[in-house]
């Protein structure tokens, strides 16, 4: 099992350049979701997906766009960067209701 | 806005010590609630869940829940270097959202 795992660990992007990041888990959860962590502002939730075919937003989803593309993955897509959107992104999931979130290890991004 | 408040500190406490951590939720409705350590640089991992009022333990960590109050708290009993690091509490509503508080930065003193 390699829980949850995301892709890239790093990337440096330039302002107004897209790009994607994948999250896949190999638990059988349900939900998922994308966090980003920022220097004392804690991990704020960016979208969540509490089930196959279905995404919400969260408490920063501008310049953001989700998709989850079956029951393993879900992907967060930044179609034009900003620098505002340097930061850490976590994805996490749940099997269910009321358990704990898995994170993965995180995708370190900068703009430029 | 749902939210979740803690002290960020740094909460600084002698090794040995008991640290007591605390946590405030604005969403009546919230289900349930989680405390994470997260090393620097390193993704959170859940440290105590709780579901229901009262105190649950876990070996040096005790979680305590009150409805009524909104208020979560975490125990952690003869602290040790090895706990210094942030922690930071969730709350999970009916909707599955699952929203986090800022984070308590903690420093065991040897």
């Known amino acids: 099992n390699a829980g949850v795992t995301q892709t890239p660990k790093f990337q440096v992007l330039k302002t107004g350049q897209s790009m994607t990041l994948q999250c896949a888990q190999d638990m059988n959860h349900n939900s998922m979701y994308w966090y980003r962590q920022d220097p004392g502002m804690g991990l704020r939730l960016i979208y969540y997906s509490a089930s196959e075919g279905t995404t919400d937003k969260g408490e920063v989803p501008n310049g953001y766009n989700v998709s989850r593309l079956n029951k393993r993955e879900f992907s967060l897509r930044l179609e034009s960067a900003a620098p505002s959107q340097t930061s850490v992104y976590f994805c996490?999931?749940?099997?269910?209701?009321?358990?704990?979130?898995?994170f993965g290890p995180g995708t370190r991004l900068t703009v430029l | 806005q749902k939210e979740v408040e803690q002290n960020s500190g740094p909460l600084s406490v002698p090794e040995g010590a008991i640290a007591s951590l605390n946590c405030t939720y604005s969403?009546?409705?919230?289900?349930?609630f989680f405390w994470y350590r997260q090393y620097s640089g390193k993704s959170p991992e859940l440290i105590m869940s709780i579901y229901s009022n009262g105190d649950k333990e876990d070996g040096r960590f005790t979680a305590q829940l009150n409805k009524a109050s909104q208020y979560v708290s975490l125990l952690i009993r003869d602290s040790q270097p090895s706990d210094s690091a942030t922690y930071l509490c969730?709350?999970?509503?009916?909707?599955?959202?699952?929203?986090f508080g800022k984070g308590t930065r903690l420093h065991i003193l040897p």
């Open positions: 969403d009546r409705v919230s289900q349930s």
């Open positions: 969730a709350s999970r509503g009916r909707d599955d959202k699952i929203i």
């Open positions: 996490a999931s749940t099997p269910t209701s009321y358990n704990e979130q898995f």
